[in-house]
């Protein structure tokens, strides 16, 4: 792996007494955000707990935006794609 390979990556590390240990570790505990710049790790933000640091690390999902009702294509006479022709009276009325 070349070195600027983990440049951008972004952790959460707890603050808190003792080494770093697993995010999972004391998940009440405020976090630093911290930011490799290629040479060592940067910290650009501190959050309340480990729920809010993985808010910031996995956003949700837009949510998918439902077609409104005039958006939607006009259907013809019948019921469905394979209808039965109609009869010539019935086209020209």
Do not use: C, Q
Not at 33 to 58: H, K, M, P, Q, S
């Amino acid at each position: 792996m070349r070195k600027d390979a983990a440049k951008g990556r972004r952790r959460a590390v707890p603050l808190g007494d003792g080494p770093h240990r697993g995010f999972h570790v004391d998940p009440g505990a405020p976090r630093a955000i911290e930011e490799w710049n290629g040479t060592e790790w940067a910290v650009i933000g501190v959050v309340e707990n480990l729920a809010a640091a993985r808010v910031l690390f996995y956003p949700p999902p837009p949510e998918p935006e439902k077609p409104t009702e005039w958006d939607r294509p006009l259907l013809g006479k019948g019921r469905g794609r394979h209808r039965k022709p109609s009869s010539a009276d019935e086209r020209d009325a």
